[in-house]
């Protein structure tokens, strides 16, 4: 029998829970497909790539059968392509031995970490296995009035989610403790009003909503320069294959090299911890080491790259 708590969480969750695809279809596959793709963005971000690969690969042996530069064409947009290498590598495992049916058994597949392998398992198989993303952590600290940076809280979210599980209907409370703070307990300007469990939230008691949980401690950056070349030829522009070293390995990249900082950079990105200024040239002749491929044409590049080649072009 539900506490009041779960229970008022459970119903709000059952009658406002967005309408999401994978939710229509909760099997192991597009339950998966759409856990990683939210690895590093937001729903509304995911919706249209979700909807194009499962239209592409509406099955998990038509993605094991795929060959990766499809697999990654697929995944463009989406960033950190080694996501989409691991769930090929891990959809190639499942064709041949079939869907785990343990939180063990999908941590044992390629990019399936505790979370994920606790959202697959509990949403598309029943499996009783609390689960904790930034969401959750965020319920957590308001629920507690903690003010802690947030990362400082995760391990004891992970205790807290345990012992308030819902064992009735697991996939159900899982979904319903991140869609409360996807939707209702959000990072700003939370809807206090319209919160199912607010008799229990002590931060709203406290009227400490902001303050909880604290900012993460994030990790020091690094500035460094870029110097992209784009070597522009009749309608084509000339590419290189990123080696397995190199960031964006497996992509098709413009040619490019590390210099100082620019004073005016054509192009800002981030990757990892490094914060990257870009200034762009455009030439004629392709550099040794690469093809050229018709512009209406491109391989899988990587999205800054992409950005490069569209400066280029508006200046030619």
């Known amino acids: 029998m539900p506490t009041e708590f779960q229970a008022a969480l459970l119903d709000w969750y059952r009658a406002e829970a967005r309408d999401l695809p994978w939710r229509l279809n909760p ?105 904790v993303d930034g969401n959750v952590v965020r319920v957590f600290a308001r629920l507690h009035a903690r003010p802690e940076p947030a990362n400082r809280l995760e391990p004891e979210a992970w205790d807290w989610t345990a012992s308030v599980m819902e064992s009735g209907d697991p996939g159900a409370w899982n979904q319903a403790l991140m869609e409360l703070g996807a939707t209702v307990c959000t990072p700003a300007n939370p809807r206090c009003l319209f919160c199912p469990v607010q008799a229990w939230c002590q931060a709203l008691r406290q009227g400490v909503q902001a303050e909880c949980p604290g900012p993460k401690e994030k990790p020091a950056f690094v500035t460094i320069g870029h110097e992209i070349a784009v070597p522009l030829e009749d309608g084509r522009v000339a590419l290189r294959p990123a080696g397995p070293d190199e960031w964006w390995n497996g992509l098709w990249v413009l040619p490019w090299t590390q210099v100082e900082p620019p004073e005016r950079p054509d192009l800002r990105f981030t990757v990892t911890r490094h914060r990257i200024s870009a200034r762009i040239t455009v030439g004629s002749d392709a550099p040794d ?21 569209r400066i280029a072009l508006s200046r030619s």
């Open 27 to 131: 099997d192991p596959y597009p339950v998966w497909i759409s856990e990683i793709m939210l690895q590093q963005t937001t729903v509304a971000a995911i919706l249209p790539a979700w909807e194009r690969w499962m239209r592409r690969f509406p099955t998990v042996d038509s993605l094991a059968e795929a060959p990766e530069q499809a697999v990654l064409e697929m995944w463009q947009g989406l960033g950190y392509y080694r996501r989409a290498r691991l769930l090929h590598a891990a959809a190639k495992a499942v064709a041949e031995s079939g869907f785990p049916d343990s939180v063990e058994g999908w941590q044992r597949l390629p990019g399936i970490g505790r979370y994920t392998s606790a959202a697959i398992a509990s949403i598309s198989q029943g499996i009783l296995a609390p689960l």
């Open 289 to 309: 080491g690469t093809q050229l491929h018709p512009l209406e044409a491109l391989p899988p590049m990587p999205a800054p790259h992409l950005r490069a080649l």
